[in-house]
Nanobody, 120 residues
Framework: QVQLVESGGGLAQPGGSLRLSCAAS????????MSWFRQAPGKEREFVAQ????????TYADSVKGRFTISRDDTKNTLYLQMNSLKPEDTALYYC?????????????WGQGTQVTVSS
């Protein structure tokens, strides 16, 4: 079955950086678009970024454009999110998703998420 395991979260200062990873298994990773979502306490899960096959056609939410970079390594079945210039409003639980939709309701499988906290 599909397994998604996120890691790399932690505490960062405003302006700092973190790199998230998502190890995927149970499906042919290279054949799927992959996405990152996040959910802050009391808020709905929101789209962050998605990447197409062979690392083409990445798209980003306006709130992270220019600061975050999504990438993938199909040889390792791993998705990444490089987060730079972090802001307190980036604090959330970050999830990866199998697919390219920007609507979290279109996804069936989620990992446990990785917590990102941006605070001084």
């Amino acid at each position: 079955q599909v397994q998604l395991v996120e890691s790399g979260g932690g505490l960062a200062q405003p302006g700092g950086s973190l790199r998230l990873s998502c190890a995927a298994s149970g499906f042919t990773f290279r054949n799927y678009h992959m996405s990152w979502f996040r959910q802050a306490p009391g808020k709905e899960r929101e789209f962050v970024a998605q990447i197409g096959w062979s690392a083409k056609d990445a798209t980003y939410a306006d709130s992270v454009k220019g600061r975050f970079t999504i990438s993938r390594d199909d040889t390792k079945n791993t998705l990444y999110l490089q987060m730079n210039s972090l802001k307190p409003e980036d604090t959330a639980l970050y999830y990866c998703g199998k697919g390219g939709s920007t609507n979290w309701r279109d996804y069936i499988s989620w990992g446990q998420g990785t917590q990102v906290t941006v605070s001084s």
